[in-house]
């Protein structure tokens, strides 16, 4: 059997920078620590940062686990997906202090939307409108703005054919989508600006999966179910190899039989931390760790 590890899988640079950063505080502040929302979209992070005393908060700040308000001395840490404008001045109305673990390349999005709606320009945003990172980019906007996750969304789009667009990207979204969207978009709309801001590491983690998913018998992708950036993984590589499975941990792949002369790909989303990785590597390769 010959087992293949994405290069690309696993931490992207914006999510090690966030969980490290609510590590750090858990250690400096204990008990004092809160995040807005979960910091990322895995549970198994998410339930290791819970036990070491931090707690998840809403966007009122209260705490989700027991409905209290958080205290005046306590940590609060904006998640790597980022936050709207109007939730930013009121984390840092409250007195507590703030750290701020936005993901340095949604910030610079936050930047472009900021700036281009001040000059007039209706913001599109390509991706899911329900992801936090997408509500968190629209509250960045001061005028007009359409998120649009379909082709069917396009036709819903305000404003007339000379308006003026800007176009921008949640981080995660499938690449090739993006690009077909944007076609659509430039045929009806006279004035369109365009910056792609998929980053760069789910450009190469599609890539890779998309290149190992084409030769593999079975392939495996590792991710939390709400992340957005395994789905599309997920996706990318179904349509690759039928044989694909979407997993969190290895619990969900004890019962899966490799056959001894399989090509196996595994991949992981930016969520997915290394051990996990390790762990279905070795089940695969019927080894232990």
């Known amino acids: 059997m010959e087992v293949v590890v994405a290069k690309s899988a696993g931490f992207c640079f ?3 920078r966030a969980v490290s950063l609510v ?11 809160c995040t807005m929302g979960p910091i990322i979209h895995n549970e ?3 339930d290791d940062l819970k036990r070491k005393g931090v707690h998840v908060i809403d966007d009122d700040l209260i705490r989700v686990d027991n409905g209290e308000p958080i205290s005046k001395d306590s940590v609060i840490i ?3 997906h980022g936050i709207p404008k109007m939730l930013m001045e009121k984390v840092k109305a409250s007195g507590c202090k703030v750290v701020d673990a936005t993901c340095p390349f949604v910030r610079k999005i936050h930047d472009i939307v900021k700036q281009k709606s001040q000059e007039g320009y209706h913001i599109v945003i390509i991706g899911n409108p329900n992801h936090p990172e997408v509500e968190g980019i629209r509250g960045w906007a001061m005028g007009p703005c359409t998120v649009i996750n379909d082709a069917e969304d396009i036709s819903e789009m305000e404003g007339s054919p000379d308006t003026p667009i800007c176009i921008v990207s949640q981080t995660t979204f499938n690449h090739q989508k993006f690009k077909d969207l944007v076609e659509i978009i430039e045929k009806i709309r006279y004035h369109v600006v365009v910056t ?5 590491a789910t450009r190469e983690r599609q890539s890779e999966a998309y290149e190992i998913a084409g030769r593999a018998d079975a392939m495996i992708v590792i991710g939390g179910r709400h992340s957005s950036n395994t789905q599309k993984l997920y996706d990318i590589c179904k349509s690759r190899c039928d044989n694909t499975y979407y997993i969190q941990t290895l619990d969900d792949l004890v019962t899966v039989n490799f056959q ?7 991949t992981a989303g930016a969520s ?3 051990i996990i990785l390790q762990e279905v590597f070795a089940h ?6």
């Open 78 to 80: 904006v998640r790597s």
């Open 44 to 46: 198994q992070v998410v």
């Open 260 to 266: 001894s002369d399989s090509y196996v790909g595994i």
């Open 23 to 33: 590590y750090e505080a858990a250690k400096e502040h204990p008990g004092k620590v």
């Open 272 to 274: 997915t931390p290394n």
């Open 196 to 200: 792609n801001t998929i980053c760069n």
């Open 14 to 16: 914006g999510v090690k």
């Open 284 to 289: 695969v390769r019927g080894t232990e760790l």
